[in-house]
């Protein structure tokens, strides 16, 4: 692990609160190296100050992601060779959400609109009920299939357009949860979680850009989620159930 | 997937703010439906005029003639005035910071300015 005769390249890494700024450091340029080595060498090598968040390494615990270049990506599983195409990378805190310190950002506001949303499951049965019997084949079931590996990174909510211009939006990723629970036959909230998705700064306030779905690094498809409450959302208000 | 919706008890204003944003997408939507159809047949007979040379009285004459076409421009200058308001309220939100109360009462008044002049031309075509 020696860096002594390697080849460098120049990182600029965000350093400070929201009035802080880029500091550069020269990391040594390995194979198969991802922008989440790159920061822990900077930590572990350079600079002992630098604040950053991971956990799992290997994708699935959703605290890594940072801003890498200008997008939001999930720093374990993004290679530097897939993003620092003219050699130099530059790496920020996630949009949208306040900096704590560096790399770190709060993540409540995140997960407070998870709640707005209602993003808990509501059960009606109890643990003596018998074992509800999903088909996998339903359409509900499918639905859910397709939304139900987020892991809570926030990529898509740093990377929607609608989040920066009205910060009160809750989120693709809120409303892709809202939606999940909402095609989940064995939970009870579906009315009131409706409602709590509809107003102007829940799924509504959706444009359809799809940056959310360009960027998820699960490749889920938060704007079809969305969509999915809109369609029901006016149905319920047609008929009168909202 | 909504026959568990049940039915609001009580009346409460967010209730209402969400029945509210709720009914201006459908009508948004709607309304797009409408002005779709009648964008087509209005690019139509423009270009059926057009290359038919018919002069500015000609179409008029033709339209006092016609039950038809009074009735299509009414159809759509309710539709664009129901549809432009709608959308220019997620503009005013976004940009402006104009939400609320504000923002319907601005709105409310743009929709009235599309309709009485939309109406009103309509109805100077038609007499």
Same mark, same amino acid.
């Given at each position: 692990m020696s860096s002594g005769a390697e080849a460098t390249f120049p990182v600029l890494i965000w350093r400070g609160k929201a009035d802080g700024a880029f500091r550069r450091y020269e990391v040594p340029r390995r194979a198969s190296q991802t922008v989440l080595d790159i920061v822990t060498h900077v930590q572990r090598h @350079?600079?002992?100050s630098l604040a950053y968040r991971y956990a799992c /390494?290997?994708?699935? *615990?959703?605290? *890594?992601a940072m801003t890498v270049n200008g997008k939001a990506r999930w720093?374990? /599983?993004?290679?530097v060779d897939a993003v620092a195409g003219s050699g130099a990378l530059e790496i920020a805190p996630l949009n949208h959400l306040p900096i704590v /310190?560096? @790399?770190?950002?709060?993540?409540a506001p995140f997960f407070d609109k998870w709640a707005a949303a209602q993003g808990e499951f509501r059960a009606?049965?109890?643990?003596?009920?018998a074992f509800a019997r999903v088909e996998p084949a339903s359409r509900a079931r499918r639905a859910i299939d397709a939304t139900?590996? *987020?892991?809570? *990174?926030a990529v898509c909510y740093a990377s929607c357009d609608v989040v920066g211009w009205r910060p009160d939006y809750l989120g693709p990723a809120a409303l892709n949860r809202a939606w999940t629970l909402v095609n989940d036959?064995?939970?009870?909230a579906g009315g009131s979680r409706l409602r709590a998705v509809a107003?102007?700064?829940?799924?509504?306030?959706?444009?359809?850009?799809q940056s959310c779905t360009e960027r998820c690094p699960k490749h889920l498809a938060p704007t079809a989620s969305i969509a999915g409450l809109k369609r029901l959302v006016a149905v319920a208000a047609v008929k009168g159930r909202l | 997937m909504d026959a568990d919706l049940p039915r609001q008890e009580s009346v409460d204003f967010a209730a209402r703010g969400v029945r509210a944003a709720a009914w201006r997408f459908v009508l948004q939507r709607a309304s797009a439906a409408v002005l779709a159809f009648c964008v087509i047949v209005h690019l139509a007979a423009i270009i059926y005029a057009v290359r038919h040379g018919l002069t500015s009285a000609a179409i008029v004459a033709r339209m006092h003639a016609s039950a038809f076409w009074p009735v299509f421009y009414s159809v759509f200058v309710v539709a664009a005035a129901i549809h432009a308001p709608l959308g220019l309220r997620a503009v005013a939100d976004e940009w402006l910071g104009l939400r609320g109360r504000a923002a319907d009462a601005v709105l409310a008044a743009l929709a009235l300015v599309l309709l009485g002049g939309g109406l009103y031309a309509v109805r100077s075509l038609a007499a």
């Open positions: @350079l600079d002992p /390494r290997v994708g699935m *615990c959703g605290s *890594c720093t374990c /599983r993004t290679h /310190r560096d @790399l770190v950002v709060d993540m009606t049965a109890t643990r003596r009920d139900i590996e *987020c892991i809570g *990174c036959v064995r939970d009870g107003g102007d700064a829940g799924c509504h306030a959706c444009h359809t850009h | -």
